[in-house]
């Protein structure tokens, strides 16, 4: 099983940028799929962005799309969360997560391996 292990969260003004980084040992990240899910006090885990195997192929919840962006590098065992235009809404816990199927899923239940999350907080 690979573990995984999120950094680069923090407090950031509405507006700006933070970048998210999964790093995972144990097994060859490229046979995985890699999700990002967040959960803000209060709410359900929600699904963030999936990315495949390859890097070839992402999947962005709406709420997302045009402001974050997912990448991962296969050789450094990373994927990257980039995310601009922050705003209070986006403030949750912020999971990496993997999936040893090839297809793209939005649910957390098909992931298997969780990173402990890293917080992000944006402020007004």
């Known amino acids: 099983q690979v573990q995984l292990l999120e950094s680069g969260g923090g407090l950031v003004q509405a507006g700006g940028s933070l970048r998210l980084s999964c790093a995972a040992s144990?097994?060859?990240?490229?046979?995985?799929?890699v999700g990002w899910f967040r959960q803000a006090p209060g709410k359900e885990r929600e699904f963030v962005v999936s990315?495949?195997?390859?890097?070839?192929?992402?999947y962005y919840a709406d709420s997302v799309k045009g402001r974050f962006t997912i990448s991962r590098d296969n050789a450094k065992n990373t994927v990257y969360l980039q995310m601009n235009s922050l705003t209070p809404e986006d403030t949750a816990v912020y999971y990496c997560?993997?999936?040893?199927?090839?297809?793209?899923?939005?649910?957390?239940?098909?992931?298997?391996?969780w990173g402990q999350g890293t917080q992000v907080t944006v402020s007004s």
């Open positions: 997560a993997a999936s040893p199927n090839p297809y793209y899923s939005s649910r957390a239940e098909d992931f298997g391996s």
């Open positions: 990315i495949s195997r390859s890097g070839g192929s992402t």
């Open positions: 144990g097994r060859p990240f490229r046979v995985y799929t």
